[in-house]
């Protein structure tokens, strides 16, 4: 049984959504913790915690509309310094990308 499996037995379908339930108490526990014990704000931990939600709106059929707030609120909550995918990056960088994804395995050299 894969780790995907595995986890499947914790995650419970309400409505058209999957709650994994441990990581929600964990995630929804650590920002009440947060907030009890004064380290953040409680409006900052409103939006923390409504993030998982508004992610919502990014799905396959959504508006146009609903797909530019999920960005937007997207593009708000990324964490700053996190491994999330960068916003603002020099050109280069795709470029770059886009030669190693080009690159064949081929042998380099005289042939």
């Known amino acids: 049984m894969g780790d995907h499996d595995e986890d499947r ?13 441990p990581r929600a108490v964990g995630f929804y526990g650590g920002i009440v913790a947060a907030v009890a ?18 992610k919502l709106l ?3 059929d959504a508006t146009v509309v609903e797909k530019a707030v999920a960005a937007v ?22 470029a770059e990308q886009e030669e190693k994804s080009a690159a064949s395995p081929a042998v380099f050299g005289p042939s």
């Open 37 to 54: 014990f004064d380290l953040i704000a409680p409006p900052l931990a409103l939006f923390v915690a409504i993030v998982p939600l508004l």
């Open 9 to 21: 037995r914790f995650t419970t379908r309400v409505g058209p959504i999957d709650v994994d339930w």
């Open 58 to 60: 990014k799905r396959k």
């Open 73 to 94: 609120l997207e593009g708000a909550s990324k964490p700053v310094g996190g491994d999330a995918e960068a916003v603002v990056r020099p050109a280069w960088a795709d």
